[in-house]
């Protein structure tokens, strides 16, 4: 089936520097990456939909210039949590999408997820 | 999207089928009925997908009424590693997000 990775699975960083997370659709190309933040006992909640080679596009409420989204190939999209501060602190998803849309083959796959922890 | 509507949590035994229901009263006719589940601590894995016919494939069955206004997602025979929140969600074709609901925490007892 199709594969999704992150990387890192889990990072720790100090106050203010920033953090980049990767994830990459293993054996399939993602015209098509989502990026979703999920807190503790909270349901996953989408922040931006990355298309390959465009801006990505950002849901309501969550700043553009702090969480930064690169998808510079159909393999690809980037994650950079600017300036973090402990309230980013969260788990970090990423999901790519396969196959053709209103078909029995469209799907979205999900990566294993990267744990933030903003010290 | 169309709403949906899960138990929040429920309780099966292990090697009996677990039967999750799902109310999606104002679906459109052309949104489709997904079905995510997510064990604790890892990315949502995808389970099945349909618009309006039954479907089945290796992890699970997918039923969904004649209006079209519920689903069941089936787990013939459930063991302890589907121990998992499930997730139903409604999504239009031409619109590729998932708007993930609260879901149903099943838990599946030895």
């Known amino acids: 089936g199709a594969v999704v990775s992150q990387h890192p699975s889990w990072v720790i960083c100090k106050s203010g520097t920033s953090v980049k997370i990767e994830c990459r659709s293993l054996d399939f190309q993602a015209t098509t990456m989502f990026w979703y933040r999920q807190f503790p006992k909270q349901s996953l909640m989408l922040m931006a939909t990355?298309?390959?080679?465009?801006?990505?596009?950002?849901e309501q409420g969550v700043e553009k210039d702090k969480f930064l989204i690169n998808h510079a190939s159909l393999t690809l999209s980037t994650l950079t949590v600017t300036s973090a501060h402990p309230e980013d602190s969260s788990f970090y998803i990423c999901?790519?999408?396969?196959?053709?849309?209103?078909?029995?083959?469209?799907?979205?796959?999900f990566g294993p997820g990267t744990r933030l922890t903003v010290l | 999207d169309a709403k949906t509507t899960q138990p929040p949590s429920m309780d099966c035994a292990e090697g009996r089928a677990a039967n999750l229901p799902c109310n999606h009263s104002t679906i459109s006719g052309n949104e489709y009925v997904y079905w995510y589940r997510q064990i604790h601590s890892q990315g949502p894995q995808y389970i099945i997908h349909g618009l309006k016919n039954n479907e089945t494939n290796e992890m699970a069955s997918l039923i969904i009424t004649e209006d079209r206004k519920s689903s069941t997602l089936i787990l013939p025979h459930a063991t302890l590693r589907d121990t998992a929140v499930y997730y139903c969600?409604?999504?239009?074709?031409?619109?590729?997000?998932?708007?993930f609901g609260a879901g149903t925490t099943v838990t599946v007892r030895a």
């Open positions: 990355s298309n390959e080679g465009s801006k990505a596009t950002y």
């Open positions: 969600i409604v999504r239009v074709g031409w619109d590729y997000k998932l708007s």
């Open positions: 999901s790519a999408h396969s196959g053709l849309a209103g078909t029995s083959t469209d799907t979205q796959y």
